[in-house]
């Protein structure tokens, strides 16, 4: 009997005849014997708990504020870990050199800066091979759509080019989690970890706000700062001695197998009620206090947008943007971190608003199936519950430590209201970047009389800022009388840009000092007859102390102005 009838089936013969047909028509064409070989992405080392006692946890992106909080946080969950320093123009170079042509320059900037670390420990003795073992580095990562997605593969690509093959990159991704095997993780993604970096993030932006909105009118130079490092370290200690609430065993044991939900909930609530943070915060607010300021020195205030990390990084990366402008008469109104982890939260509920039921089909149910109907609809509701728990959680701590520090940094902006703002110009459920909030920050800032001036900071080419320029060309029509410059950063062109924001200042500060003028003549009051009464009330000389801010009024010294003269009249009522 045949084979093929008799061994093989009717679609293995048609399969194998095609196959033999395609090679002899391969071998005709020459193309024979090409094997295609598909890219993989390499195997790295991971990191396991084992590890931990000697290795260190390298990190960067932020404020040294923000890192020397999150190294304490890190330190006080048992990890070894040290900030990289902020990144330089030789950073950048070294970025250039060793990476691939074309990148944005956060990551020139970041990937030089590691190597350039890295090189540095080289230098002092250190082998390489040792370097391999004794450090690991954790950052960031995301799928795009800006060159953000490529951050991974350029540090791989770099430490590669460098010498540094093998090197290992641990990155948190945005929409996912850590790029590492759950089991024996060296880096227990949990709820300690979330708690604790969250809590270093935002103690990190009200003690950054509060030092910005210090500096400008302190009398004696150097005092904020002075008074920044050292509620830094002080903090630092908090985080890095705190043990993390936990069950005791004897409750471990009564609860049995509902021990683990008891122990997310518990560290929630201990999350919620205690007083670790806000107490030491309380005692900086006091340090804060001693310093003297002058608020009638008219400054415009200039609001920073833009790019995540052009915007947050304070050195070569924006060209040293914040000390120029302080330099220059200016309160730097910084953008905390806090608004982004708010966004992302508001970008999930958008998501599950968008896709309510369409687990189910194509479409949602018919109204006379019911059940499926509410089935679609609880499950809806869960998962808005959670998200809009944890946004109401984190809004609520966050402002705690502002009310904790005096009240003098500004509360979080409602993302709801930032939608609103900027949907019509900039669609809102586009994703990449800082999606429509440039466009609404820009918006909210100029027309809730917050900021003078916008200055929007983002790398050269930066595909998503890019497109939120072209959409402030309508806003800037619609709303004639902000003024808002956005520079692109790079490696180079620091004279070009600081010539530009001057310009721009300079429009800024007589929009500031004819504002002041106005309210001087609205009181009926000199600039002598203020200092006069300040010198009166010298506790009005103190940076917590609360000036109320008068609508359709930007600067300090005109709503101090305004403040003063209400306080006058108040006073002869009650002499009268």
């Known amino acids: 009997m045949p084979e093929t009838m008799a061994m093989v089936s009717v679609d293995e013969l048609v399969d194998r005849r095609l196959a033999e047909e395609r090679r002899r028509l391969e071998r005709e064409a020459g193309i024979a014997g090409n094997a295609v070989q598909h890219f993989k992405r390499p195997v790295e080392r991971p990191f396991t708990k084992s590890q931990r006692p000697h290795t260190t946890l390298l990190f960067g992106g932020l404020t040294w504020k923000h890192e020397r909080l999150i190294q304490g946080a890190l330190e006080g969950l048992g990890y070894k870990a040290e900030p990289l320093p902020t990144p330089n123009v030789a950073a950048f170079q070294t970025g250039k050199e060793f990476g691939n042509n074309g990148q944005c320059n956060p990551t020139y900037f970041t990937v030089g800066n590691l190597v350039q670390f890295l090189q540095g420990l080289e230098a002092k003795g250190m082998s390489r091979e040792e370097i391999l073992d004794r450090y690991v580095f954790f950052t960031a990562g995301a799928c795009g759509p800006c060159r953000f997605g490529m951050y ?100 471990r044991r009564r609860l049995g197998r509902f021990h683990s939900t008891a122990e997310f909930a518990g560290k929630f609530l201990h999350q919620i009620a205690s007083d670790e943070y806000t107490r030491v915060l309380e005692q900086c607010r006091d340090e804060f206090n001693a310093i003297e300021v002058d608020r009638l020195r008219v ?66 149910p018919p109204a006379w199936r019911l059940h499926k109907r509410i089935r679609i609809e609880l499950a809806y509701r869960k998962k808005l519950a959670k998200l809009k728990l944890a946004e109401a959680i984190f809004r609520r701590e966050y402002h705690r430590i502002v009310d904790a520090l005096g009240g003098l940094a500004h509360k979080l902006v409602d993302q709801y209201e930032l939608q609103r703002l900027g949907h019509p110009y900039y669609n809102s459920r586009t994703g990449g970047g800082e999606g429509h909030l440039e466009v609404a920050k820009n918006i909210y800032y100029s027309n809730r009389d917050l900021a003078h001036m916008v200055l929007s900071l983002k790398p050269f080419g930066c595909m998503p800022s ?97 403040h003063i003269a209400e306080r006058m009249r108040r006073e002869r009522r009650r002499a009268a």
């Not at 070569?316 to 220059?328: A, K, S, V």
């Not at 000389?541 to 359709?552: A, C, D, I, L, S």
């Open 299 to 364: 400054k415009p205030i200039v609001k920073i947008t833009g790019e995540f990390w052009a915007q947050t990084t304070e050195g070569d990366g924006n060209f040293n943007m914040f000390r120029f402008l302080e330099r220059e008469g200016a309160q730097v109104l910084v953008e905390p971190i806090g608004t982004w982890i708010t966004y992302m939260i508001h970008q999930v509920v958008q998501k599950y608003r968008d896709s309510k039921g369409l687990e189910e089909g194509a479409v949602l």
């Open 152 to 251: 991974e593969s350029e540090y791989r690509l770099a430490l590669r080019n460098s010498g540094f093959d093998g090197f290992r990159v641990l990155i948190f991704q945005q929409s996912g989690g850590l790029s590492q095997s759950d089991a024996e993780a060296g880096l227990e993604m949990n709820p300690d970890f979330f708690l604790a970096i969250l809590n270093a993030m935002n103690c990190g932006d009200v003690l950054n706000e509060v030092a910005y909105a210090i500096r400008p009118y302190e009398l004696e130079s150097g005092k904020t700062d002075q008074v920044l490092a050292n509620s830094i370290e002080r903090l630092r200690e908090v985080f890095r001695t705190r043990t993390p609430w936990t069950l005791s065993p004897e409750a």
């Open 466 to 562: 890019t497109q939120s320029d072209g959409a402030q060309a309508a806003v800037i029509s619609h709303f004639r009388d902000m003024i808002y410059l956005p520079i692109e950063t790079s490696g180079e062109g620091e004279i070009n840009a600081h010539s530009r924001v001057q310009m721009a200042l300079g429009e800024a500060k007589a929009k500031a000092k004819l504002e002041f003028q106005e309210c001087l003549q609205k009181a009926g009051l000199t600039l002598e007859d203020c200092r006069r009464y300040l010198d009166q009330h010298p506790e009005m000389k103190r940076p917590m102390y609360q000036v109320p801010h008068v609508k359709g009024v930007v600067g300090t010294a005109a709503n101090m102005v305004l």
